[in-house]
Every structure is written in structure tokens, then in C-alpha cells.
Nanobody, 126 residues
Framework: QVQLVESGGGSVQAGGSLRLSCAHSGNTYRSSNCVAWFRQAPVKEREGVAAISREGGSTYYADAVKGRFTISQDNAKNTVYLQLNALQPEDTAMYYC??????????????????WGQGTRVTVSS
């Protein structure tokens, strides 16, 4: 069983930065080789933001965050990070960490992720 715990959310003004962390445990590479960040804003569907392959380090980004957000990992700490820069009010959402066996072209689809964290809230004010 994979456990995921997010941290690092908070409230910032537009243009600010945050770094989210996703600590994962109780897993093997086979069960959680792909770790992704999703977000869900009020009255909106959950959307994929970024993903990383733990083995190999390939990264994937949604168009809306390319150039502003960076996903990275520290395998020694079993932690995946999401650096959020140049934040805008439209980035306000609950951010979730999720894991599955492999990323691939459908990394952004929440339907294929069996493991989820509880989320961390990001609020950006104008």
C-alpha cells in the first residue's frame, strides 16, 4: 500500500512562490513509479498539473503551468516536490499528490491513479 502525504501549501500574493512536497512511503518502484500533482479549484474538475517518473526522471507538465511550475524528486528522501513560481489567482486550488505504476501519455488522467494524498491548499490573492 502506498501512502502519500502533501505539505507546503499556503496563502501568497500574485507573483509569489511556494514549494509543495509529497512524501511517499510503503511502496516499490513498480507500484508508484509515476508521481503526479493534480489540483482542484472550487466548482472545477480536478486537473493534472505535472508528473515525474521516479525511475529515469522524465517530467510532464500541463500547458497552463509550463515555465512556472517545476516538478522534481529526492529519491533518498522519497519525496517529490512541486515548485510553484509566478503564482496567479487562477492557481488557487487544493493540490493533490497521486501515484501509479507508470506515467505515459495519460499521466494527466486522474482515473488511472489508485493512490492519493489528502491534499494541501494553495490560495493566491491578487
Amino acid at each position: 500500500q502506498v501512502q502519500l502525504v502533501e505539505s507546503g501549501g499556503g496563502s501568497v500574493q500574485a507573483g509569489g512562490s511556494l514549494r509543495l512536497s509529497c512524501a511517499h512511503s510503503g511502496n516499490t518502484y513498480r507500484s508508484s513509479n509515476c508521481v503526479a500533482w493534480f489540483r482542484q479549484a472550487p466548482v472545477k474538475e480536478r486537473e493534472g498539473v505535472a508528473a515525474i517518473s521516479r525511475e529515469g526522471g522524465s517530467t510532464y507538465y500541463a500547458d497552463a503551468v509550463k515555465g512556472r511550475f517545476t516538478i522534481s524528486q529526492d529519491n533518498a528522501k522519497n519525496t517529490v516536490y512541486l515548485q510553484l513560481n509566478a503564482l496567479q489567482p487562477e492557481d488557487t486550488a487544493m493540490y493533490y499528490c497521486a501515484a501509479k505504476t507508470a506515467c505515459g501519455s495519460l499521466w494527466y488522467s486522474e482515473d488511472w491513479y489508485p493512490y492519493w494524498g489528502q491534499g494541501t491548499r494553495v490560495t493566491v490573492s491578487s
